[in-house]
């Protein structure tokens, strides 16, 4: 039989873009080259498409050939550049190993719905969706689900909208990037700023007092599987490992315990909330659902990442890990659900 043909696409404009790097080199290391052929195209900081070998540190360096996706449907591939020729090479299913803005969007994956290509991962919409933290809360707590109270806020806001200690965000970036926590009113406008750097639409949120736990889904609609319950330890500030100098050896203020060490009780509630989530935003493949839970029991949504980082210390991975299956079984699930969703 003939090997699927599998485009694993990383990199691109967003301040993930190491994450997506990292994400894509463990995919390379664990994908099943007995079943798939991958073709590994990054996109560079700047834009730019490249075809490589194989994902890896410092890969923009080397000298690559341009490629870009066809968006005619009857191509279903890559122009590859060679020379003063185009090579047309098709693709079977895309695997968008991107994270934050271009990648978790809707952006790559409406260039694979015009050019007839399955992919990996949630549609337009719910992409669009979960990235904006404001729309992920109006369509989450429409759906009943408890969301922190929050605000948006304009980047000449002077003083807090409601009482500290709030969180100031970027509405649309992932992990932590431009993320503050005010507990005095003359750190707010600096917050803001900070915020607005990576976004023009700014969050403010109440704090939320509680235990920060996340879900792995995986599957579509009422077919929905999950992985172990992990929880945040934090020894001070806020969690933010993806901005951290070394995050394989380790966070530097928080640790992450896996199983969590939470009630039975508890554990059933979160995951009803995970997996309600996931099926109110139309998400489809795979989903983390960040939560909190409050000592009162209840279970608060924090933010939903469509594409999880998959690097060797990513939660998700990890999460399903500890739940019997493997990245490489997870690679394969992954595909199988993009193949019978289809373009």
């Known amino acids: 039989m003939s090997k699927l043909r599998v485009l694993i696409l990383f990199g691109g404009c967003s301040d993930e873009h190491d ?53 005619d449907k009857h191509t279903r591939g890559l122009l590859i550049a060679d020379r003063r020729q185009c090579i047309i090479q098709n693709i079977d299913v895309a695997f968008p190993v991107m994270h934050g803005r271009y990648g978790e969007d809707g952006a790559v994956q409406g260039l694979f719905e015009l050019a007839g290509i399955p992919y990996v991962g949630c549609g337009i919409a719910s992409s669009a969706i979960c990235l904006d933290k404001a729309l992920t809360y109006a369509v989450a707590s429409e759906a009943g689900v408890a969301v922190p109270e929050h605000v948006i806020c304009g980047a000449e806001s002077p003083t807090a909208p409601m ?38 639409k700014v969050l403010v949120e109440r704090e939320v007092r509680g235990s920060e736990v996340g879900c792995a889904v995986l599957g579509t609609g009422s077919d929905l599987v999950v992985g172990e319950l992990d929880q945040i330890v934090l020894s001070h500030g806020f ?27 508890d554990h059933d509630r979160v995951i009803e909330v995970a997996t309600s989530t996931f099926r109110a935003l139309g998400c489809q493949g795979l989903a983390r659902v960040d939560m909190f839970l409050c000592d009162d029991g209840r279970v608060v949504l924090n933010e939903v990442n469509t594409m999880p980082g998959l690097t060797s210390y990513s939660r998700y991975p990890r999460m399903m890990e500890a739940a019997g299956v493997s990245l490489a079984n997870l690679i394969d699930c992954l595909i199988n659900l993009a193949l019978k969703r289809g373009a």
């Open 239 to 265: 969690f933010r490992i993806h901005q951290e100098s070394d995050p394989e050896s380790g966070s530097e203020n928080s640790e992450i315990r896996v199983p969590a060490e939470i009630a039975p009780e």
């Open 163 to 200: 009482d500290l200690p709030v969180f100031v965000k970027p509405a649309r970036s992932g992990s932590s990037f431009g993320v503050s926590k005010v507990e005095q009113d003359g750190d707010f406008r600096k917050a803001v700023e900070a915020a607005a750097a990576f976004d023009e």
């Open 19 to 71: 994450v997506s790097v990292k994400s894509a080199m463990n995919v390379a290391k664990n994908i099943d080259t007995e079943k798939y052929e991958p073709f590994y195209v990054g996109i560079t900081r700047d834009g730019a498409w490249k075809l490589c070998e194989r994902p890896c540190l410092g890969w923009e360096e080397q000298r690559l050939r341009a490629v870009a996706l066809s968006p």
